[in-house]
């Protein structure tokens, strides 16, 4: 009924979101994140889907799964020349990068690096960060929402009443 509500409410009022991901996927998804961290690293993962009327988020797939160095310095740095087996299985399964989503150690501002390095450099990405090494509840309004500009330069909609990203079940693709 928690996630029921929400998707009710943007039914009456019209605001349909632009990402979607169903609560099982996000919880499972966002659990694996944490684990990764051992509690003093960062981690993160590309998010999969098709892209239709909304973009569905239907996997994660890990950095460390991609690269297995990425998450050692303790921030996410990933070798460009291991992303070939993930547009390998993105030709292969149909699935798009709809997203992408990391874990800070306390806050979700995006730091430096972050704005500097979009992992996906397209107009219109959306990257979330999720704060305290993904522990706490991770539900939109407690997390890092940010949607890439071009050019380096971002839109923080972490606290927009209507996130773009709603979780749980939603009526039409
Ligand atoms: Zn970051």
């Known amino acids: 009924m928690a996630y029921l509500l ?10 349909s979101p632009e990402l979607i991901c169903s609560k099982d996927i996000w919880d499972a998804g966002v659990t694996e994140l944490h ?15 098709k892209k239709g009327r909304m973009r569905r ?5 890990f950095y460390d799964d991609i690269d297995p160095c990425a998450l050692d310095s303790g921030i996410v740095i990933i070798d460009g020349r291991r992303l070939g087996a993930l547009w390998a299985h ?24 972050d704005k500097a390095n979009p992992i996906i450099a397209e107009k219109g990405h959306v990257a979330l960060i999720l704060p ?7 539900q ?18 972490s606290a927009t009443l209507f996130s773009p ?3 749980g079940w939603w009526p039409w693709r």
Not at 90 to 113: L, W
């Open 35 to 49: 684990r990764r961290t051992f509690g003093r690293r960062e981690s993160g993962a590309f998010l999969l889907g």
């Open 132 to 138: 305290d090494f993904a522990k706490g509840s991770n």
């Open 6 to 15: 929400p998707t009710l409410v943007r039914l009456v009022i019209g605001k």
């Open 57 to 61: 988020i239907e996997k994660f797939v």
């Open 165 to 167: 990203l709603h979780l």
């Open 140 to 157: 939109p309004g407690k997390i890092g929402v940010f949607r890439y500009l071009g050019d380096r330069k971002w839109s923080d909609q």
């Open 90 to 113: 993105c030709r292969d399964t149909g699935y798009e990068v709809v997203a992408d989503v990391h874990v800070h150690p306390r806050g979700y501002r995006q730091s430096k690096s």
